[in-house]
């Protein structure tokens, strides 16, 4: 099983061996048995499910909500030479129809759906008759009201045991709390699973939090002291062009990034950067998902995160080729004030909710009952202006309208144009005889694509097209749309704009059904992960590696001497060195659950009684790695 395993690795994706728990989790998950895996950002998931699946006869279903990365593995499957296809919203159902009977039919190795295509009857009809070998849940963290990322869809997943009760499940993500976890196991149902969590310390990962009136200087400063590859996250989409434009006229090489650019411009700009042709990517968060660029040395944060699960994600794409890298955290007070705001306003009134939906409704001008997983192009700043709406708050609006399972805002993603035959080779050419135009352009894309098209949509571009018949583009789409509408062809032409999905029939906005009970708890929820985001950004005396494990419950009283705290009390002389050496002293004469009064227990440490020792047990009762009693002895906290 283990060759075996290594031989797909190294046949299909080029890899000598597998990274740290690649192989327990591959091995694992061969065995046919439940999985959950945690593996931090570039702790390389899609091999611990995609090398299983190679192994075994049959498809792979893969659960995932992130429409780019499905499309990014999609392709990279494919230019590997192995058979996968993704399903997701703002396609067509004929299209989805074709994807789905290959599926059942044809050699198809990996199906991606996004989860709102789960339980619809389309999807479920085909997937009872799919030879299905393995079921990866991407982002699991998402299927947890306890996460930051809650996805109502993913609690379908569970329901497809029942359609094929044998089949194994692999749960990954890359940043849940022991919280999740357990949430993750419970709503999927695994059975007994294998839990594999990779430790959540960046060993060669500085963390620092600095201070600074003025931003973009401090991160000058920074990026004169780190050389090599960056990326500086900013909020918005003008932030980013500004600071890449001063950036570029200090002569410091930089290009910016963010979902408003056209997908050609993204990807040559990504292009140019992954081949450091660029030092400085300048971004919003639309940028790094499915990135494995393994020499940044720094990633500068200018605004702060919504929580620290984004904030790890993001920071963790610096250094992933084991050498020394910074993640920089660059905040002023009124930031903190507007983290707690920001979380205070994600969950609207029930009343605004109602509006907006019921100016999406106008805008499209859907009928009650109408309109189920139908995808719409959405123009936010349009849509806005148009019925007089606060833009943050509809955004907001609709994040809720996600988590209730009534509709799926997609961000822009590049749909390119494809073309699929719906006619048998008779039909085809009666159809160049009945129609002498059209006769040209179906030889053509007959040479250049053959009995492809009767199988599959092809993908496709016009403007070859168009330049190989020497006519205007215009005019070739035009005889692309006449064999739609004739329904010879069935055409799609690309789309490049953000989408909205209906998931259910459109409702009378005054009866929406909002589970007010649960919008509380998660309004309660955003402003607890505002606030430890805070915390970590105030916090200057708990070794900030140490306060990322905790909050990811993970265990451990090394410090990693590295980030800004830790580095602080070396050079405020509070001998770092002493300090470990007093703590593991404390730690060993607690061991075994015994407890002391204070001078006790300095005493049978062997420590004196000076304010070092007070400092260094004060610093373990914060971290609650130790603790006092009613009666004043202290003891090492043992849950």
């Not at 759906?113 to 030879?131: G, H, I, N, Q, Y």
């Not at 930051?148 to 359609?163: K, Q």
């Not at 400092?615 to 006092?628: A, G, N, P, Q, S």
Request: proline share 4%.
């Amino acid at each position: 099983m283990k060759s075996k395993a290594l031989d797909v690795l190294k046949q299909v994706f080029g890899y000598q061996d597998f990274r740290p728990l690649q192989e327990e989790i591959v091995l694992s998950v061969a065995n046919g048995q439940d999985t959950l895996a945690l593996l931090p950002t570039g702790g390389g998931k899609s091999i611990c499910f995609q090398v299983p699946a190679l192994m075994m006869d049959g498809i792979c279903l893969v659960v995932s909500p992130l429409i780019a990365l499905m499309k990014d593995q999609v392709d990279n499957l494919k230019r590997k030479g192995v058979k996968a296809v993704a399903i997701y919203s703002g396609m067509r159902q004929r299209e989805i129809d074709t994807l789905l009977d290959n599926c059942v039919y044809g050699d198809i190795k990996f199906l991606y759906v996004s989860p709102e295509r789960l339980k619809t009857e389309l999807f479920l009809a085909r997937f009872r008759r799919m030879p299905v070998s393995l079921i990866a849940v991407d982002e699991a963290h998402c299927i947890s009201q306890w996460g930051y990322d809650f996805r109502p869809p993913y609690l379908e997943i569970a329901a497809l045991r029942e359609i094929h009760p044998n089949v194994p499940f692999i749960a990954l993500t890359a940043s849940a709390t022991l919280e999740v976890r357990k949430d993750i196991i419970e709503k999927l149902q695994l059975s007994t699973p294998k839990v594999f969590i990779q430790s959540f310390t960046r060993a060669n990962l500085s963390f620092v939090v600095r201070q600074a009136e003025n931003k973009f200087e401090k991160a000058l400063d920074i990026l004169s002291k780190v050389p090599g590859t960056a990326i500086i996250y900013a909020r918005n989409r003008k932030g980013t062009k500004e600071i890449a434009d001063q950036l570029n006229q200090l002569k410091i090489s930089a290009t910016y990034y963010h979902a408003g650019l056209s997908p050609e411009l993204r990807v040559q700009r990504q292009s140019d950067w992954i081949d450091s042709k660029v030092r400085v990517m300048v971004a919003t968060n639309a940028f790094g998902m499915g990135i494995d660029k393994p020499d940044v040395r720094v990633v500068i944060h200018t605004d702060l995160p919504e929580n620290l699960e984004n904030y790890y994600q993001e920071a963790g794409r610096a250094g992933r080729d084991g050498k020394r890298a910074f993640a920089v955290l660059i905040a002023q007070p009124f930031d903190l004030i507007t983290l707690k705001q920001r979380a205070e306003k994600a969950y609207p009134p029930t009343e605004w909710i109602k509006k907006v939906y019921q100016c999406l409704a106008n805008n499209y001008r859907l009928a009650v009952g109408s309109s189920q997983m139908s995808s719409f192009d959405f123009d936010m700043h349009a849509f806005t202006q148009t019925y007089e709406l606060d833009p943050l708050l509809t955004y907001n609006a609709m994040k809720v309208m996600e988590e209730e399972s009534l509709l799926l805002l997609s961000e822009s993603i590049h749909t390119p144009s494809t073309l699929h035959i719906l006619v048998n080779p008779t039909q085809l050419y009666e159809t160049q005889v009945q129609y002498v135009r059209l006769d040209p352009l179906i030889k053509l894309l007959l040479r250049m694509h053959g009995g492809e098209l009767f199988a599959v949509y092809v993908k496709i571009q016009e403007s070859r097209l168009a330049k190989s018949l020497s006519i205007p583009e215009s005019e070739l789409v035009k005889l692309l749309r006449q064999l739609d509408e004739l329904e010879v062809m069935a055409y799609h032409p690309r789309k490049d704009t953000p989408q909205v999905t209906f998931l259910t029939p459109r409702y009378d906005a005054g009866k929406l059904p909002l589970d007010q009970q649960r919008i509380q708890r998660r309004r309660t929820l955003a402003i607890s992960k505002a606030k430890a985001m805070v915390d970590y950004v105030e916090n200057n005396r708990r070794c900030r590696n140490l306060q990322v494990l905790d909050y990811f419950g993970e265990e451990s009283d090394i410090l990693c001497g590295t980030c800004d705290v830790c580095l602080e009390m070396k050079k405020a002389g509070h001998q770092f060195e002493r300090h470990t050496a007093i703590r593991n002293k404390i730690l060993k004469t607690l061991a075994g659950g015994n407890a002391f009064s204070l001078m006790n227990l300095l005493n049978a440490a062997g420590l004196s009684q000076d304010m070092e020792a007070a400092e260094v047990l004060r610093t373990m009762e914060d971290e609650e790695v130790i603790f006092t009693e009613g009666d004043g002895k202290i003891k090492i906290k043992t849950e």
